[in-house]
């Protein structure tokens, strides 16, 4: 690692001057458990770390049933998967939170982290794009919000201006008849990344599918919203044909590279079989709710 | 458990006792290697090729020897000129010009990750930012990583100098020209055309292996101080500490007396930690800079430039009668031995069809550099691939004819008396009685049940090693003993030594301190590898044992003052005699122990030993897997490993290396695999990306000992830690195609691998 600067803040405001102050080599420091990795590797030039974790609003979680979910982008892991309401609202995210890393890097991750990241695998993101989540993030002109399914724009690049970073990512609440869900494929059954990931949030009228958002992870340049799934069980009753309809849109969107964790014909498949196991998944949770 | 009726009444051998090491180990007191701190300790960091073969046309490190806090930067030029020849690393050997061409690269480099240049400085940072100033101009070059292509003639050729040895006659392997297969061997006997012409079925098959790495948790390092009066200490987790003092010296062209090597705690090795890397160059760099100096490695460089076994190409082809008699094998193996020369190819030769006995065979071995690490030993080096490719074909013979696998294979079982495949005639060996007990096993008398859901089993033998080994023992006046070792524990020698000791004494186990110790302190030591330390080592001990008792026999008969003959040691460490006035007479071992100073002094011994009986290890395994037909994903329902352990000294540590092996043998058959792109770059060099199982991914290995003991051995001791990484690749290949009716034949098999078969073709 390069001999670096270390600066803590304790508002916002004071971050982003910090920020400013940094220029080009300043980046945020949330847990860290991606930027130190990459400093200490060299895989990126970082002349000054703004430590955001002492600034009370990024590490705070509120859940109101009219206002919805607002997670802190610093708050660690464990806070998000050990919370009652993200357990009984928000399931799909207790889900993919649950398997980030192993339980030290739990202690530290956060939402905000994985998604300024920007991994087109990242697990986090496909259920915070179902889920509707959006990144309010603060910057030299204010505040903005950006809906999380617009916010990476390739692998490692987001929409994120010099200086601003994520404050909050605020989940809406759930329709009635809501269910989310999501799942990944990795050798493994732990600390590995995806293969293929997916969510899906469904909302269901009796055996009819009134809303649906479907995204997919790790088969393109970023996280996607596979449109043409929900459209094919949108104001249809959920069978086995629609569901596959479901699946083959999502193997149809899919986009994905050959590396060392997969090939182009098993992510395509895999997106299939993710997509329509998160829909049953899905499913099965909005009858209950 | 299944134990052989001949099996004495031990009273230490076959109990658990506590670990002497294990409180420092769970404390986080143990010192490995990387724990070294010396005073004015500098640090040293090594510049990697980013290429997998070029020629280095200029090194420049001008700019890095300005940098503040750079204190010196070596590169080959300023090791001393090596002559090819044999260096001898205990399990295995070296070209002391090809191995320092490894620890630091000549004029090509051939490898991504192959060594470069090592810097000095006053901390790792410094060493680390140093790196990124050296400026070396590379003329890039074709490469070959695999196997098979490098064997091609239009293969680029990495070493313009090698030619073929040929060790095999009436072959036309060419001796005399430019090439990447250094070695050709064969095994042959019988009439291998008889044989075919004899049977009434032959299946021939081709199988390849990917390249697996050890994944020791330890990363390799090395501490070394040249003091100024020329003497030369270095620290390193090693499993042979004379083997490092040996290459070190080779390499830097020293006598062996100035250089002493301090073995830490070692953090895994399984092969990997016997040639050296980083301690020469640790040795050289502090030369240089007048400071001690520490070096390790990152986990990249580990995967990148360290030991991984060799992938491979094998052919077998085997005959059988319609009664399941196998009457001719066939056997090619074709080893990537990485850079330079000297894959384990030689040792799968031996061991592919040791699980029979065949009549009339032919097993030819190939050795071939290839763009990629140098390999190293691996548990039982050579014998897993090569036994997978037989395992799996002796499978489809079984299918083929309709026949129990496990009947076929105990009809074909060898017993004493019959010849392996260099025609010497078989010790007593366990092969029939692994057999049996698996046979009788619930496991394999366990249903299975469900879709998709298989079972395998394969059976897997090593030779185990003999070699020698040196002990110390000093007997103190409060009835311990002090046990002197130069064997580093990696798998549990310490207590395995200390108990065959105290067996031999007829002490408790805890009246015995086993202590590891450096090169100047202790004889001749090799490595700690080949599954021979506890055999050799409990020789040793066996020794000393009897030599103790005999003096104490002696100072019992010189203090009653009696002939030696009247004085009995029992087996109970009591000693009984009549004294000179016909009193009868006794000594608990705490009671003489406390007479020694005042009666002549204390007793201490040493003893090397160095014998060739050790007695060949036989596994088999029974794997149940279930095979998600959407994903590709295989779970492993059930486990178990059948192994004869001639006798277990220490339980728990026999079931933990089976249990190890075991667990590495099922991470190459489904997992683990080095990755190259097409710039023969290794893009996986992680443990998050090179997916060993974790601890989730495997089910408990279940573990059934038989004992057979060896008759080489006092305690009728038998290497356990290699053999058990044999069978699983087979077993679990096995039990895919029970499983969902598909014969692989590459391992690993990847979910990738499964979807690729399962998948409609496009």
Known sequence: MQALRYARATSIDEAMRMLQEGGETARVLAGGTDVIVQARERRRVIGLFVDIKHIPEVMALEYDPQRGLRIGSAVPLYRVYGDANVQRVYPALRAAAHVIGGKAIQGRASLGGNLSNASPAADSIPTMMASEAVAEIAGPNGRRDVRVNEFCTGPGRNVLQPGEFVVTLRFPQPAPHTGQAWERFIPRNEMDIAVVNAACALTLSGDTVTAARIAIGAVAPTAIMVPAAAEALVGRRLTDDTIAAAGAAAKDAAIPIEDMRGTVRQRKHLADVLVQRVVRAAAEKARGN | ?762
Not at chain 2, 113 to 135: F, Q
Not at chain 2, 285 to 296: A, Y
Not at chain 2, 628 to 639: A, I, N, S, W
Request: proline content about 6%; some cysteine.
């Open chain 2, 1 to 762: 458990m299944v134990a052989t009726p001949q099996k004495p009444a031990y009273k230490v051998i076959g109990t658990r006792p506590v670990r002497p090491d294990g409180v420092d180990k769970v404390t986080g007191r143990a010192a490995y290697g990387a724990d070294v701190v010396l005073e004015g300790m500098l640090f040293g960091s090594v510049l990697r090729s980013p290429h997998a073969h070029a020629r280095i046309k200029r090194i420049d490190t001008s700019k890095a020897l300005a940098l503040p806090g750079v204190k010196a930067i070596i590169t080959n030029a300023d090791f001393p000129a090596q002559e090819s020849g044999t260096l001898d690393l205990g399990e295995g050997s070296a070209n002391p010009k090809w191995l320092v061409d490894n620890v630091l690269a000549g004029d090509k480099v051939l490898y991504h990750g192959h060594a470069v240049a090592a810097v000095a400085a006053v901390d790792w940072h410094t060493a680390e930012e140093a790196l990124g100033l050296i400026d070396v101009e590379y003329e890039l070059l074709p490469f070959v990583i695999n196997v098979r292509e490098a064997m091609l003639d239009a293969a680029p050729i990495l070493h313009h100098d090698l030619r073929t040895n040929v060790r095999a006659r009436n072959v036309d392997t060419p001796k005399d020209r430019e090439t990447n297969v250094a070695m050709h061997m064969r095994v042959e006997k019988g009439d291998l055309a008889a044989g075919f012409a004899e049977a009434d079925i032959v299946i021939e098959r081709e199988f390849t292996t990917s390249q697996f790495h050890q994944g020791y948790i330890e990363p390799q390092n090395g501490t070394a101080h040249w003091n100024h009066d020329g003497q030369i200490t270095v620290w390193t987790s090693t499993q042979g500490a004379f083997s490092v003092r040996d290459q070190v010296a080779t390499l830097l062209n020293q006598p062996v007396a100035r250089i002493k090597v301090v073995p830490m705690e070692i953090g895994g090795g399984f092969g990997g930690k016997i040639p050296v890397y980083l301690e020469p160059v640790a040795a050289l760099l502090s030369k240089k800079t007048g400071h001690p100096l520490k070096m390790w490695m990152s986990r990249e460089a580990v995967f990148q430039a360290t030991g991984p076994t060799s992938a491979t190409w094998n052919r077998v082809k085997i005959g059988a009668k319609r009664d399941g008699t196998l009457v001719a094998a066939d056997v090619s193996l074709c080893f990537a031995a990485g850079a330079y020369p000297g894959s384990a190819v030689g040792a799968g030769v031996l061991c592919a069809l040791a699980p029979y006995a065949i009549p009339n065979q032919r097993i030819d071995g190939f050795d071939v550099v290839t763009n990629t690490p140098k390999t190293a030993a691996y548990r039982a080096p050579g014998a897993p691939a090569a036994e997978y490719a037989v395992e799996a074909t002796v499978d489809e013979i079984a299918r083929a004819l309709d026949m129990d696998p496990l009947d076929l294979r105990l009809k074909n079982a060898p017993e004493e008396g019959d010849t392996n495949s260099s025609g010497a005639p078989w010790p007593r060996i366990g092969a029939k009685a692994v057999i049996t007990a698996i046979k009788e096993s619930a496991h394999y008398n366990s249903e299975i049940q469900g879709d998709n859901v298989g079972r395998g089993i394969a059976l897997g033998f090593w030779f185990n090693g003999g070699m020698e080994s040196s002990s110390s023992v000093a007997v103190n006046p409060d009835g311990s003993v002090s046990l002197i070792l130069g064997s580093t524990d990696i798998g549990g020698t310490r207590a395995s030594l200390a108990m065959q000791l105290a067996e031999a004494l007829g002490v408790p186990y805890e009246a015995i301190k086993p202590q590891v110790v450096d090169t100047d302190s202790i004889g001749y030591t090799a490595v700690t590898g080949g599954s021979r330390t506890t055999f050799a080592g409990g020789w040793v001990a066996y020794d000393l044992g009897q030599e103790i008792r005999k003096r104490l026999t002696e100072r019992a008969a010189r203090i009653w003052g009696v002939d030696i003959s009247t004085v009995t040691y029992h087996d109970d460490a009591m000693i009984t005699g009549t004294d000179k006035d016909g009193k009868e007479q006794r000594f608990t071992f705490e009671e003489i122990c406390r007479r020694l100073p005042s009666t002549g002094g204390h007793i201490a011994v040493s003893a090397m030993s160095r014998r060739n009986t050790a007695g060949p290890a036989y596994a088999g395994h029974i794997a149940d897997v279930k095979v998600d037909r959407e994903t590709g994903k295989v779970t492993v329902l059930r486990y178990t490993a059948v192994q004869d352990v001639g006798t277990a000294i220490h339980p728990s540590y026999v079931e933990g290396q089976i249990q190890g092996g075991a667990a590495q043998g099922i991470g190459m058959a489904l997992q683990e695999e080095y990755w190259y792109d097409d710039q023969g770059h290794l893009r996986n060099g992680s443990f998050l990306d090179y997916r060993m199982p974790v601890a989730n991914d495997l089910q408990p290995i279940e573990v059934i000992l038989v004992e057979v003991p060896n008759p080489g051995h006092p305690f009728g001791v038998r290497g356990v830690g290699e053999v058990p990484i044999v069978p699983p690749q087979a077993a679990i290949r096995n039990a895919l195609r029970d499983a969902i009716g598909v014969n692989f034949y590459h391992t690993p098999v990847t979910p990738t691998r499964i979807l690729d078969e399962l998948l409609p073709r496009a």
